[in-house]
């Protein structure tokens, strides 16, 4: 596709519940990563994916966070049983190789965890 | 690991003043990328800079990797140019982008 999609754009959810957030990078891109931004901060890198390699899950805050990678394009990031600290903005971006290459972020998907 | 440092944190403008936005960071980079998050928070990508110069219109980087230092220079500032300017480093074996805090730009008209 011409840019990063992320859905859904908005989810709403309450506490202990599983939610499932999407990304589709783009066409050809064979790296992505997952991003985190709580309000009024910085980003907070989670999770790398490149190509078919075990992804750097180095900055999952705990093992209630998960990701998958399906056919090296879309990527799933799970959440669960969400806690009100959870919420935040979580982005995607992609890029050609992962090797110091321009990442290109997508929208993001704004969680609110009641 | 890599620490990046942004000032300053907050800039307010008057429409057609230029600013410098500067970014500092603790170790060499491979990746050195300027973003502009819009109020919709968007991230966009206005340069892709580890060393060296570049102009796009009317942004202006330059990265002096000896140096840990990089500045955007906006000039002839306009309302739209409004948000947040953020400085993002990889080292290169981290694979990931670190972020600055981010310098909160204000254009009044």
């Known amino acids: 596709g011409a840019g990063v999609s992320q859905s859904p754009s908005n989810k709403v959810t309450e506490k202990g519940k599983d939610v499932e957030l999407r990304c589709d990078p783009i066409s050809g891109h064979t790296a992505l990563y997952w991003y985190r931004q709580s309000l009024g901060q910085g980003l907070e890198f989670l999770i790398y994916?490149?190509?078919?390699?075990?992804?750097?899950k180095s900055g999952l805050p705990s093992d209630r966070f998960s990701a998958e990678r399906t056919g090296g394009s879309v990527s799933t990031l799970t959440i669960q049983r969400t806690q009100q600290e959870d919420s935040a903005v979580y982005l995607c971006a992609s890029s050609t190789t992962g090797l110091s290459e321009t990442q290109y972020f997508g929208p993001g998907t704004r969680l609110l965890v009641l | 690991g890599i620490q990046v440092e942004q000032s300053p944190p907050d800039l307010i403008l008057q429409e057609g003043a230029n600013s410098t936005l500067r970014c500092n960071f603790s170790d060499s980079v491979n990746n050195l990328q300027w973003f502009h998050q819009n109020p919709w928070g968007q991230l966009i990508n206005l340069f892709y800079i580890p060393s060296g110069t570049k102009q796009n219109g009317r942004l202006s980087a330059t990265t002096v990797a000896t140096e840990r230092y990089s500045l955007l220079y906006i000039s002839s500032s306009q309302t739209t140019d409004s948000g947040v300017y953020f400085c993002?480093?990889?080292?290169?074996?981290?694979?990931?982008?670190?972020f600055g805090s981010g310098t909160q730009l204000t254009v009044l008209p």
């Open positions: 993002a480093v990889d080292t290169g074996s981290a694979r990931q982008l670190t």
């Open positions: 994916f490149q190509g078919n390699s075990a992804p750097d």
